[in-house]
T-cell receptor, first 117, second 113 residues
Framework: AQKITQTQPGMFVQEKEAVTLDCTYD???????LFWYKQPSSGEMIFLIY??????QNATEGRYSLNFQKARKSANLVISASQLGDSAMYFC??????????????FGTGTRLQVFP | DAGITQSPRHKVTETGTPVTLRCHQT?????MYWYRQDPGHGLRLIHY???????DKGEVSDGYSVSRSKTEDFLLTLESATSSQTSVYFC????????????FGPGTRLLVL
């Protein structure tokens, strides 16, 4: 079964508007972490934001926030005030468990965001 | 930016030849990882290391081996490259595992003809 699901292959948003990129996950482990990475056309993977399963508040990093709904197993990325430079692929990833040998990321298939003027 | 470099950045090789990709970090991080990225699959873990000489398999380890003789270097070897190993390979590092974020290198684009 797919553990990370990103159902939006592509999204369009107008500059200065907000956009939500969806991510649902599946795990039976009570301890996990959720990440979002950005991959621009140049190819590098850029870490954006992290949410731990025990965190009480939704994570925020500048214009990025994570809408974490634990009961629904969703961790959507919200980008406020979109900029042309936000055009990229966005990947949701999950880390399961804690401990010295269980730090592995499972990635979704990504959402391509295009910001237009 | 995390100090992670990968070499080579691009490589074209022929089926059946051995290939070694190198990941070098200057952060003294304990954990290092190799992923491959293919269209429609996101990134998938090949192998990882949790210390010098300590490695383990990921979900797509067949056809790959790794070695880590120093903290700063993690090598990925394709013993006999196949066309199915054409991909973009990313190295990542993290500090203590657990809740540490993984930071990625710039990637290596490998084409196996």
């Amino acid at each position: 079964a797919q553990k990370i699901t990103q159902t939006q292959p592509g999204m369009f948003v107008q500059e200065k508007e907000a956009v939500t990129l969806d991510c649902t996950y599946d795990t039976s482990d009570p301890s996990y972490g959720l990440f979002w990475y950005k991959q621009p056309s140049s190819g590098e993977m850029i870490f954006l934001i992290y949410q731990g399963s025990y965190d009480q508040q939704n994570a925020t990093e500048g214009r990025y926030s994570l809408n974490f709904q634990k009961a629904r197993k969703s961790a959507n990325l919200v980008i406020s005030a979109s900029q042309l430079g936000d055009s990229a692929m966005y990947f949701c990833a999950m880390r399961e468990g804690l401990g010295p040998n269980t730090d592995k990321l499972i990635f979704g298939t990504g959402t391509r965001l295009q910001v237009f003027p | 930016d995390a100090g992670i470099t990968q070499s080579p950045r691009h490589k074209v090789t022929e089926t059946g030849t051995p290939v070694t990709l190198r990941c070098h970090q200057t952060e003294n991080h304990r954990y290092m990882y190799w992923y491959r990225q293919d269209p429609g699959h996101g990134l998938r873990l090949i192998h990882y290391s949790y210390g010098v000489k300590d490695t383990d398999k990921g979900e797509v380890s067949d056809g790959y081996s790794v070695s880590r003789s120093k903290t700063e270097d993690f090598l990925l070897t394709l013993e006999s490259a196949t066309s199915s190993q054409t991909s973009v390979y990313f190295c990542a590092i993290s500090g203590q595992g657990g809740q540490e974020t993984q930071y990625f290198g710039p990637g290596t684009r490998l084409l196996v003809l």
